[in-house]
Structures are given as C-alpha cells and as structure tokens.
DNA sequence: ACATGATACTCCCTTTGGAAGTAAGATGTT
DNA sequence: AACATCTTACTTCCAAAGGGAGTATCATGT
C-alpha cells in the first residue's frame, strides 16, 4: 500500500519539515506565505502531501487535542533528512513558467488595442501587488525580526530572484504598453520596430556568448 | 456530450487557429516551438484540445489522406473568432512560476556548498540553451524571413518578455554563485549580507511606489 | 446569543503531465 | 533491394495536480 514515488512537491513539503514540525493547516499557510511563490501547490494537495512522507518514512505524524477538534503534526525523520540532502545533489530541472496576460498579447491582433492595454494594466497591477506583499516581509528580516533568521543566507538568494521577477513583469508591462499606446485602434494595423527585434537579438546573443564572464553581481549592484 | 467549458488551454489552441488551419501534429510542434515557453502543456493534450474546440463549435475538423495515413487539419469557426475576441476582453490571470532549482536553493542548507553551486550552474546553463533556442528565431525574423511576419506588432513584446526572463535567471544564477562561492562548505554556516536584503526591499519599494512613473521605455532602452 | 472569521481538515470531479504504445511514411545506409 | 532510423500522426493510461464545495469546531466580535 506504498504510494508513488516522491515528487518535487513532496520534498517541497520535506524541506519545510527540516526546518522545524508543522501542523497540515500551518504547511498549507506557510507554502501561501512563502514558498508558493516558486512551486505554488493546491491546499487540498498540501493536506495530501504529509500523509505520503509518513508512507515513504520521512516523516512522523502525531495528533493534538484541542477540546473537539484534532491537529496533526509531522516530523522529519532521520531517512527524510537523508532523502532531501539526496535530492539536493541534483540540480533539479529550470524553470516553468505560465503566463496567461502574455499568451493574450500574443493573439492581440483577436482584440482591440483597449483589450491589450487593460491586460498590460492588469500585468503592471498583478507585479505591484506581489511586490507590496513581500516588503512587510523583507522589512522585518531587515529589522531582525523575520521568521528562521538563520535561513538569510538563502532566503537573500531566493528572496531576490522573487523581487527581480515581480520587476521584471512590472517593467515590461509598462514598456509594452508605451509601444501599444502608439498602435492603431486596430492591432491588426499595428506596425512593429525594427530596432526592438535588434535589441531583443543582441540581448540573446550576449547571453549565449557570455560564457566567460562573472559580471552578475556587478551588474546586479549597478542597477 | 458536451465537454466542460473552454480552458485557457482551449483559447491558445484556438489562437494559433486564428493565424491559419493547423493539423494536430503540427499544433504540438509550435506550441512545442513558440507559445509553449509561456503556456507549456503535454503533448497528449494538445491532440486532444482541439477536439474539444470541435465540440464546443468553435472549430471544425477535416481528414486528410496521405497513403495509408489519415491527418487531421483543423480550421477555426467565425464562432470561435468571436469566441477569442470575448476572451481577449478580460484581462487574464498574472504569471505562475515552478522554478525547481531555486527551490533546491531555497533548502541549500540541507545539502552541500558544492550541491547549491551545481544547481546554480545548471539554471545559468538552462537560461543559455534557452537563448540558444531562441537566436537563430530571432535573427530570421530580422532577416524578413520569419513566420507569420504581420504578426511582428505582437512578437516583438512577447519575445522580449521570454528573453528578458532568460537573462533573468542567467544573472541572477551567476550573481548567486558568487555568493555561494564566498560560502563555508557546511551551508549551515553561510553568513548573509544585509546590503543584500537591503536592496532588494528597496527594489520592491521603488515598484510599489513608482505608480505614476512611465519609464519603462528609457529603463529597457538603457539597458 | 448570534455572526463571523479562523483553524483544520476531506471529498470530488476536472485538467493535466508524461510515459508508453501503435502505425505508416520518408530518408539514410549498406 | 533490404533494413534501420527518423518523422509524422496519433492514442491510451495512470499518476499528479487544481480548485471548488463541504464539514466541524474553536475563537473573536457585535
């Protein structure tokens, strides 16, 4: 009666474990809070997720009482702290990404030009909210008061690709909607620049070239 | 025996119909070429999404005979060209990320110094392929030689989300390894850098903030 | 006392992933 | 010409996952 074997999800859910025991409700809160963000899960799967670490042995599950109601906390075990450092030697697979404003501006030219601009809006809305989530977070790690202090050597990596994809977003949606702004009501009448394909282009091309060179952290600062 | 309603699944399918008929083998290859960096779904249900299309009316299926071998090539109704405008009318939902390797970061402390440099390594060299993938698409299109060129208005904003994302995790992958170079073997070790956290919460503050600023042209401009 | 929100889950049905498979045509190699 | 390999053109199957709806109990607010 063993289940599959564990997935990306379950060692999502293991690696929570290793930080400390959490009850099923706190796992679902804190994926919410944290690490839905790059691997976002189903609460109805996050509930699910323990019970299988039980079944592999990777994790414990024992029960609470609180007057009527019940409370299930799991545990990392030994073998579970072996599996995750086991997975961790594997660099694991790039990233995936579904992005449904974007696949409406591929197929504009189906709409109106006023179509195009709410959805780049709504682009530009969707990064500001995220961003506005994250800064109480960020700003109370910088005031010495964040959640497991002694993860900032990670979460500093983490937390900046998060933020630089949020602007990322941010900032093509506002640049997109300066080049749709001067388009036709019509977007089937829109022209394009040749000058942005070039960019775009180059842009590549130093990616794949730039073999050689550790400018990422000066590059990074620098912005 | 009316299958459940469209998916956003159903409309991308029904996009690349919009643009001319397709057969099914040919709607997995570009997907699989284009719209599947933004939308990635499993080629089993790519055949089966368009006869759902057919189902619902807003496509229609014809059989063509090679030999002994059937095709099918499906061409999009004026229904289903309504249908694609309607949908265009509400904006979409924001991005939704699974980046598997920065999970692996996220939990680095479970593993080795090494583990984390190699799946640091592996993102940059995912972030290259992909711009490898990606150049000699883009310098055909410069060349007057691409695909569907009267579609360049809209190619030219989506291709310069996906790159720009690839350069994303490229930098940031290598700014990272220069941090975890710096790292004791033991992770748990690491130390963090409060410049670090520092700015990136002054990068999600400028973005909540810069509401009435449109500098998105003069940012990727003078990139 | 009652309403509302939070805690703490479960169930169900649809969508989806991806591996494995089948069949026939086209091209390459000897 | 014979055979191997790749491409075209799909289908099937089972596990993973999404998300809505639901139940029950505690805690807080009015």
Redesign the interface.
């Given at each position: 009666m063993s289940r599959g074997s564990p997935t990306?999800t379950s060692?999502?859910v293991l690696?929570l474990l290793?930080i400390k025991p959490w009850s099923s409700y706190e796992l679902t809160q804190q994926m919410d809070r944290s690490?839905g963000?790059?691997?976002?899960r189903a609460v109805s799967k996050l509930y699910e997720e323990p019970k299988k670490l039980v079944d592999h042995g990777l994790a414990r599950a024992s029960t609470e009482q609180n007057g009527q109601r019940t409370r299930t906390v799991y545990t990392i075990t030994a073998k579970g702290?072996r599996a995750?450092?086991t997975?961790?030697?594997h660099?694991?697979?790039?990233?995936?990404?579904?992005?449904?404003?974007?696949?409406?501006?591929?197929?504009?030219?189906?709409?109106?030009k006023a179509?195009?601009l709410?959805?780049l809006?709504?682009?530009q809305g969707?990064?500001?909210a995220?961003?506005?989530e994250?800064?109480p977070v960020?700003?109370r790690?910088?005031e010495g008061e964040g959640l497991f202090p002694?993860?900032?050597?990670?979460?500093?990596?983490?937390?900046?690709?998060i933020?630089?994809?949020?602007?990322?977003?941010?900032?093509?949606?506002?640049?997109?909607?300066?080049?749709?702004e001067t388009?036709p009501d019509d977007?089937?009448q829109?022209?394009?620049?040749?000058e942005?394909?070039?960019?775009?282009?180059a842009?590549?091309?130093r990616?794949?070239k730039d073999?050689k060179t550790?400018?990422?952290?000066t590059?990074?600062?620098k912005?």
């Open positions: 990306t060692y999502a690696g290793s690490l963000r790059i691997w976002p702290r995750l450092a997975w961790l030697q660099p694991g697979e790039g990233p995936v990404i579904e992005f449904e404003q974007l696949l409406k501006v591929f197929f504009s030219e189906n709409g109106t179509d195009t709410a959805t809006l709504a682009a969707w990064a500001r995220r961003c506005a994250s800064l960020g700003e790690y910088a002694e993860r900032l050597p990670e979460l500093q990596l983490t937390s900046r690709f933020t630089d994809f949020y602007l990322l977003v941010l900032n093509w949606a506002r640049w997109a909607a300066t080049i749709v388009w977007p089937r829109a022209t394009y620049e040749s942005v394909i070039a960019e775009t282009i842009r590549a091309r990616a794949v073999d550790e400018a990422g952290e590059r990074h600062v912005d």
